[in-house]
């Protein structure tokens, strides 16, 4: 605990223990019990509610907890997805592979891009993350025949359980549901643990925790790359749910869309981050067909509100650093 | 090859004129525009809708001029009371700007894609050491290429280019001279922002116009911000050159990971230099 700089955490965390834990266990069975008298439609609504909550969550790992903005997940997401698709169509789409394929791949990206990115701090890893993102974009572009290219990898055959196909939308929701839950636990739980205080340490004073002999540069590592596995699984769900990705799911557009999520949310609350998602998804599906396809003004428009009018939702994410 | 090469350098000099301001704004105030690249689209909108005569591209290049130096103030007005918050806050609104102002362009100019012609006179082709090559393309290089040393002689042989590398160099310093920041940042976000402007419109008959065309561009200057290193009016025309050849020859030799050729690019500097080539603050602490 010395670690932690801010004393008002810890208070804060013990004063909400007494009914935090009934609040989520109640959110839980409305969950659960959602399909049972909700509209297909608002049942598809609520699964990609929950995937891109799950996208937000792995974000906010980076954004709130360790102070790193990144603009460029998508990338981690879009490769997850991409591979959770492929393996889907060439091997299987038994229960358990597309997912762990997904988390390996989106991990292993994050991996392959994360030890140029936390190097850099600031204002830098924010063009760095946005300049791997567009690329990565790029080549799901161009590498038509893994990709699909322009038209984005189609065909995708439903996730299997046991053999059995999950045709039926609420079926479908409750896989959504189970993963979503157990990979908020995981990001929850890292978050929680002596690590998690470690990447708040880091976040809010490096100079010190590397005083006191925390390899800083390996911790933000560690958290790239975890990150980018639950986007990997996030991506994976993606596809279990829509059976489709295209160049769009990569692109700069959602790891902003994302990023306006978490900062909505409260960076570095994780139920904020799915606050924030489940707004910007509601959103973006409810408004995108009346506007007449020009949701990205509105969003454009939030974007400068909220920057000028939450500051508090951005503030203290990056405390000075040069 | 040849003419792969001599695109190269057409590439490079266009995203020199591009990325010398973003660079300067970020290397001076800390401010990533991520609003830059909508203003080389703006650029390219109306080179592709006025261009096509000599009037016409002119009047264009003097229209889009303006809109650049408005733009340029307003950023540079709209960002100052953020001054003191995060780097995220200031691209957060930049990136709110680009938004709006992309969609503005698709509501005025269509969301189909334009192509812009190139002046009477300059549409034709040359022979250039044997090669048969565009006219106008090389007339780019010029222009690329005259703009650079103007940039280069006044950022480092005026005082006014003395001032701003000052403030480059350290910020709260100059600010210690009494001399007004925002007036410098003011003046470098006008003049990068009209530079960006310009060049969408020299672009227009390569590029065309098209909605998305600014997120290509805004990445292919930051990639150049980045190889070259912050703030660096040498650094900036390096990169661009690197990135103009990479980017075309790159495309000819492996059509398909052009991409990854880039991304390589961008891990070899800064794995061998942090700060980039030419940069003059560390990045990585």
Redesign the interface.
């Known amino acids: 605990m010395t670690a932690v700089e801010s004393s008002v955490v810890p208070t804060e965390v013990v004063r909400r223990r007494g009914y935090g834990r009934w609040v989520a266990i109640a959110v839980l069975v409305v969950l659960a019990a959602a399909p049972l008298f909700l509209a297909p439609f608002a049942t598809t609504t609520l699964s990609r509610v929950l995937v891109f909550a799950l996208f937000a969550v792995s974000l906010d790992l980076l954004v709130g907890v360790t102070g790193l903005p990144s603009l460029g997940h998508a990338a981690y997401f879009g490769s997850g997805a991409y591979a959770a698709g492929w393996v889907s169509i060439h091997v299987t789409a038994e229960a358990p592979v597309p997912l762990l394929v997904g988390a390996g791949v989106g991990a292993l990206a994050a991996a392959l891009t994360g030890w140029i990115t936390v190097r850099s701090a600031g204002v830098f890893f924010l063009m760095l993350t946005l300049a791997i993102g567009e690329l990565v974009g790029q080549v799901a572009n161009t590498w038509e025949s893994v990709t699909g290219g322009a038209n984005g990898l189609t065909g995708i055959p439903a996730v299997r359980v046991a053999g059995e196909p999950l045709a039926n939308a609420g079926f479908t929701y409750w896989y959504v549901l189970l993963v979503f839950v157990l990979g908020f636990a995981l990001v929850w739980v890292v978050a929680r643990s002596p690590f998690g205080d470690a990447l708040r340490g880091i976040r809010d004073n490096e100079p010190r925790m590397r005083a006191l002999g925390y390899s800083t540069s390996l911790y933000k590592y560690a958290v790239f790359v975890l990150a980018g596995g639950v986007a990997g699984v996030a991506g994976s769900l993606l596809v279990a749910q829509q059976r489709l990705v295209s160049t769009a799911d990569v692109g700069f557009l959602i790891s902003s869309l994302m990023l306006l999520a978490v900062v909505i949310g409260g960076a570095g609350s994780l139920w904020g981050a799915c606050l924030g998602a489940a707004l910007v998804v509601v959103v973006r599906d409810a408004l995108g067909p009346t506007l007449d396809g020009h949701g990205p003004l509105v969003l454009g428009v939030v974007f400068v509100a909220v920057v000028y009018l939450l500051p508090r939702g951005a503030a203290g994410l990056l405390r000075r650093r040069s | 090859m040849l003419v792969s090469i001599l695109n190269g350098f057409a590439i490079g000099f266009l995203l020199f004129i591009l990325a010398v301001g973003l660079s300067l704004v970020?290397g001076m105030m800390?401010v990533?525009n991520?609003a830059h690249g909508a203003l080389f689209l703006l650029g390219a909108y109306l080179g592709a809708t006025l261009a096509g005569s000599w009037g016409g591209f002119l009047g264009a290049l003097g229209l889009a001029a303006l809109g650049g130096l408005v733009a340029g103030v307003l950023l540079s007005l709209m960002t100052e009371?953020?001054r003191k918050?995060?780097?995220?806050?200031?691209?957060?609104?930049t990136?709110?700007?680009?938004?709006?102002?992309?969609?503005?362009l698709i509501?005025v100019f269509g969301d189909d894609p334009l192509s812009a012609a190139a002046p009477p006179g300059l549409d034709g082709s040359v022979s250039v050491l044997g090669a048969v090559y565009p006219t106008y393309r090389l007339l780019i290089i010029v222009i690329g290429a005259v703009l650079a040393l103007a940039v280069y002689l006044v950022v480092d042989r005026t005082r006014v280019g003395a001032l701003v590398r000052a403030t480059v160099a350290d910020r709260e310093m100059v600010a210690t001279l009494g001399i007004d920041n925002r007036l410098v940042k003011g003046a470098v976000f006008a003049v990068g922002s009209v530079l960006a402007t310009v060049a969408g419109v020299l672009g227009g008959p390569i590029y065309g116009a098209r909605p998305g065309l600014d997120?290509?561009v805004l990445?292919l200057a930051?990639?150049v911000?980045?190889i070259g290193g912050?703030g660096s009016v040498r650094g900036a025309l390096v990169g661009a050159l690197v990135i103009g050849q990479i980017d075309t020859v790159g495309r000819v030799l492996l059509?398909?990971?052009?991409?990854?050729v880039?991304?390589g690019a961008?891990?070899l500097v800064?794995?061998l230099r942090?700060q980039g080539l030419f940069g003059t603050?560390a990045?990585?602490?």
């Not at chain 2, 918050?85 to 609104?93: G, K, V």
């Not at chain 2, 990136?95 to 503005?104: D, M, R, S, T, W």
């Not at chain 2, 059509?255 to 990854?260: I, R």
């Open positions: 970020f800390d990533l991520l009371p953020l918050r995060s780097h995220l806050d200031q691209a957060l609104l990136l709110g700007v680009a938004l709006i102002a992309a969609e503005l509501i997120a290509t990445i930051l990639v911000v980045v912050l059509p398909d990971f052009a991409s990854f880039l991304f961008l891990a800064l794995v942090p603050r990045v990585a602490r």
